[in-house]
């Protein structure tokens, strides 16, 4: 066969440089398992919602379970990589936890009896708390993986706009 045939075109050996390149990078990149394994802990939503409101923003609050698969998901594909950024303030429990928490009307409870009295039934929840601690937008049950991301983007749309027009 001619030489001329086995040559490869200049711009096919720049692109198979680029894709090696990126696979480069892939493997050298900082893994997911990087981001944090949980978010900061909801221990006095009174506080919590306070601070949000502060910064015109509703207070998201992840309501998890140890060993749930799609807590993690969520954690890490969606709230953790926003909360880093400082985009929403986030708050995350442990739905089967004892631990003490402050309501946001100021009376003690628990993480467990917080998430029995809010109706989550579910792990992972994601609400959407007001300034006085009731819900400025609609919760997210479960995890859709395939829309998940924009059914986030919506519901933290409809609570900022509730939280602006509570003020």
Do not use: K
């Not at 998201?60 to 969606?78: E, H, I, Q």
């Not at 708390?129 to 859709?144: E, F, H, K, N």
């Amino acid at each position: 066969m001619p030489a001329a045939r086995l040559a490869i075109p200049a711009i096919a050996l720049t692109s198979l440089r680029w894709l090696a390149a990126g696979v480069l990078l892939a493997a050298t990149a900082v893994p997911a398992a990087a981001s944090p394994a949980h978010l900061p802990a909801a221990t006095d939503l009174a506080d919590h919602v306070t601070e949000a409101a502060r910064r015109g923003e509703p207070l998201v609050v992840l309501v998890s379970m140890p060993g749930c698969s799609y807590c993690d998901a969520v954690r890490r594909n969606y709230l953790g990589p926003q909360a880093a950024a400082g985009e929403i303030a986030v708050r995350e429990l442990d739905m089967t936890a004892d631990t003490p928490l402050r309501d946001a009307d100021g009376s003690l409870t628990t993480a467990r009896d917080w998430a029995r009295a809010h109706q989550v039934r579910v792990a992972p929840t994601v609400l959407f708390l007001d300034r006085q601690g009731r819900a400025a937008a609609s919760p997210l049950r479960g995890m859709q993986p395939d829309f998940y991301g924009a059914y986030l983007e919506q519901a933290l749309d409809e609570a900022r706009a509730a939280v602006a027009s509570r003020r």
